[in-house]
């Protein structure tokens, strides 16, 4: 536990000093502990656990945007579970919602939600849908297409300053979309 | 299209070399933007008092500075510290004590000294109804930047970082406001001024809560 914890200090220390492999195994790393997380807290508000992956996101999104609120000479841990921890509830909070709308609309039909071991997640993806294409295109030739950013800018005929801008905001506009209602 | 999470991950690694500000430069940034404004406000309407050179040997008069630059350091201390994630308050609150204890020491230096107005005058003051007034309006545009600020932090506890943001608007906008005023009795300030940062804490703690979740 100590160990792991100190590992991933060290981890995000170097990627806020530019180690962007660094960064990748730390996202890697922490994935599973937050999806067991996400499934505990669904579990305990008796909502389908399927949908944890769709929380997992949330929070990588939020751990990467808000990342500078990291104290780096503080522990990793401490600051990655209050993150994910307000984002839970909050996620919680908004299917709570949506969830009694549903029950009221269609009680008969509501399955008894066989928990899918392959959880996959639709939010993210759904809302990649509503960004402009720009950011779109640069979003999905770097997560689906594995595309680096300098072929990412070759490819679009973009500087690679310009994929970098496409690429942070259509994070961040990822972000402020899934927290809309 | 889709995305799934290892998938976000390498995007999220991609994004690394985005290197977002510290919140209190933003905070620093936003506040300086908004000062003006607040400047503005104070000039057209009020104006530093005419007898601001004699005023200044007053220990009284200073002391009203000292309270609220103290509130306004504190509150500011706080507010930064409440924008990490995992931040408790404990041990910070005291921070609103120094302003709260000068005012302590005001009022109970005044009390030893001959005085020639009975205490519920110096109390009362003459601008009782303009301190309440202008405190609160110069204090918004600061509060406005305050949130903007602190919005590029993760605060968990939004409403109390908006109180926070809402008294150091309010800790700035008294300092101005005192080079105006021309009751220097701390009992005039422990009631006017203090009516109007609990206001703006207020007000601060109603917008944090709505606008400071991220």
């Not at chain 1, 009680?107 to 809302?127: G, K």
Request: glycine share 6%.
């Amino acid at each position: 536990m100590r160990e792991r914890e100190d590992e991933w200090t060290g981890l995000m220390r170097s990627a806020i000093s530019g180690d962007s492999a660094a960064y990748h195994r730390l996202l890697k790393a922490i994935t599973p502990v937050l999806r067991a997380a996400a499934r505990r807290g669904l579990a305990r508000a008796g909502q389908p656990v399927d949908q944890s992956e769709d929380i997992v996101q949330e929070i990588l999104l939020a751990v990467h945007l808000k990342r500078h609120t990291w104290d780096a000479n503080a522990p990793f841990a401490p600051w990655l579970f209050a993150i994910a921890r307000n984002k839970l509830i909050d996620a919680l909070r908004r299917r709570g919602r949506r969830i009694f709308v549903n029950i009221d609309d269609f009680a008969e039909t509501l399955p008894d939600a066989p928990a899918a071991e392959t959880a996959s997640a639709t939010e993210v993806a759904a809302q990649l849908n509503s960004l402009p294409a720009r950011q779109r295109e640069v979003l999905q030739s770097i997560a689906v297409e594995s595309a680096s950013i300098k072929d990412t800018a070759k490819k679009f005929a973009m500087s690679e300053g310009a994929v970098r801008v496409a690429l942070h905001r259509g994070l961040a506009s990822l972000t402020t979309k899934l927290r809309e209602p | 299209m889709r995305m799934d999470t290892d998938q976000l991950i390498k995007t999220l690694a991609a994004d690394n070399a985005h290197r977002p500000r510290p919140v209190g430069f933003v905070l620093a940034l936003a506040l300086l933007a908004a000062a003006p404004v607040s400047i503005l406000m104070f000039m057209a309407e009020l104006g530093v008092r005419p007898d601001v050179m004699t005023a200044m040997h007053n220990p009284f008069f200073d002391l009203k500075f000292a309270v609220t630059l103290a509130l306004a350091a504190a509150a500011i201390t706080i507010s930064l510290h409440l924008a990490r994630p995992e931040a408790s308050l404990r041990g910070f609150v005291w921070l609103l004590a120094i302003p709260a204890g000068l005012l302590v020491a005001g009022i109970s230096g005044e009390m030893m000294m001959p005085q020639r107005l009975p205490m519920m005058t110096r109390l009362v003051g003459n601008n009782s109804k303009v301190c309440m007034t202008a405190v609160p309006l110069m204090s918004l545009p600061l509060l406005a930047a305050a949130l903007i600020g602190l919005r590029h932090g993760a605060p968990t506890r939004p409403a109390l970082e908006g109180a926070m943001a809402g008294l150091l608007s309010a800790g700035l906008a008294a300092t101005l406001y005192a080079s105006h005023c021309t009751d220097d009795s701390p009992l005039f300030v422990a009631t006017w001024y203090t009516l109007g940062a609990g206001l703006m804490t207020a007000i601060g703690a109603l917008a944090g809560s709505r606008v400071l979740k991220f």
